[in-house]
């Protein structure tokens, strides 16, 4: 059981390093995303033990709250998200003009990246259960992307499904190679109680929230679009 956590987190690098090796492009993107977004890792004792109480190493976790895996964890999430969308599509980015930046729209544009994380604060104080102001912030950080950038909107909406499809098949995974965990590590009694396929629903939530927000993020925050790569 102390192993499964990190074991679980770490395969998500294997995406990761896929999508790093077969589509050079997007490197830069991904190392850079996947960096910030491990930071939120540090975020894990919010989460337990109300949400979840996963055995860690050196029992990190228990002891203090953080663990070493949700820093894997978030690391490859990050840059899988950030450029899912994008190399499936075969997709390339492009700067947008100097001069559309100034359009009115653009005015929001600091606001709606930092929403999600404005959002969680004022929503974690309404005593439930963290994932849920979790789940609520990043769905209204991906509503906010598109409200200032309306050109991402295929991205958020698709980079959301295919991180979710992804999501849903490393869940069933960690099912299927340790049976009763999820029972054992998630507070199920202070969440819905909805298991779809054995997953909780908050995580099905969790990741596609996850996912719409992250496929914009790089471009809404660097000032990029995608287009098609006719090279491919």
């Not at 939120?40 to 337990?48: A, I, Y």
């Not at 996963?54 to 663990?67: E, I, K, M």
């Not at 029972?183 to 969440?191: E, M, Q």
Request: net charge positive; hydrophobic share 50%.
């Amino acid at each position: 059981m102390k192993y499964v956590w990190l074991t679980w987190s770490s395969a998500f690098l294997i995406p990761w390093v896929l999508l790093y090796f077969f589509r050079p492009a997007f490197r830069r993107e991904m190392l850079r995303v996947s960096l910030v977004t491990s930071l939120l890792g540090l975020s894990e004792p919010v989460f337990v033990p109300a949400y979840w109480n996963p055995p860690s190493l050196f029992d990190l976790a228990q002891r203090t709250g953080f663990d070493i895996e949700s820093l894997v964890f978030c690391f490859a999430i990050g840059g899988i998200g950030a450029v899912m969308y994008n190399a499936f599509a075969s997709k390339a980015l492009l700067e947008v003009p100097y001069g559309e930046r100034h359009s009115g729209r653009h005015r929001w544009h600091l606001l709606a990246l930092a929403s999600p994380f404005l959002a969680f604060p004022a929503l974690y104080f309404l005593q439930w259960n963290p994932i849920y102001p979790g789940i609520v912030a990043m769905a209204i950080g991906g509503i906010a992307n598109v409200l200032c950038r309306p050109d991402l909107l295929r991205n958020t909406l698709i980079g959301g499904t295919l991180f979710l499809l992804l999501y849903v098949v490393l869940m069933l995974l960690l099912i299927f190679f340790e049976p009763g965990y999820i029972g054992k590590v998630w507070n199920l009694p202070a969440l819905s109680g909805v298991l779809l396929g054995g997953i909780p629903l908050e995580e099905l939530a969790f990741g596609f929230t996850f996912g719409l927000y992250w496929a914009g993020i790089y471009e809404h925050f660097t000032w990029h679009r995608s287009r098609l790569n006719k090279g491919h």
